[in-house]
């Protein structure tokens, strides 16, 4: 099934607050979510696996990802590293 997107923002704080309330996947580094990253309420999923990076996707602790955006995050996952390979 395709990924539909049902909002596309450049606010950081707006993005912020939808990961937090589940309502959606954020792309991020670290910088900025510190809070919450300590209360747990946000969690780093790195999308290279070889070396430590704080760009990532944040999503609410705890949350299972439904099949699309798990697909697609795997598919973003893989594009980064093919292009770190070039």
Same mark, same amino acid.
């Given at each position: 099934?395709? #990924?539909?997107?049902? !909002? ?5 704080? +707006?993005?912020?607050? !939808? @990961? =937090?309330? /589940?309502? /959606?996947? @954020? ?9 919450? +990253? *300590? ?5 780093? #999923? ?7 990076? +704080?760009?990532?996707?944040?999503? *609410?602790? /705890?949350?299972? #990802? ?6 697609? =995050? *795997? +598919?973003? @996952?893989?594009?980064?590293?093919? /292009?770190?390979?070039?």
């Amino acid at each position: 099934q395709p #990924l539909q997107i049902i !909002m596309q923002t450049s606010s950081f704080e +707006l993005v912020k607050q !939808m @990961a =937090c309330q /589940g309502r /959606g996947v @954020a792309f991020l580094n670290q910088l900025g979510i510190e809070d919450e +990253l *300590r209360r747990k309420s946000l969690v780093h #999923l790195p999308l290279k696996k070889t070396q430590p990076s +704080l760009l990532g996707i944040y999503v *609410r602790a /705890g949350r299972s #990802l439904p099949p699309a955006i798990d697909r697609f =995050c *795997r +598919l973003a @996952a893989q594009q980064m590293e093919q /292009g770190q390979a070039s």
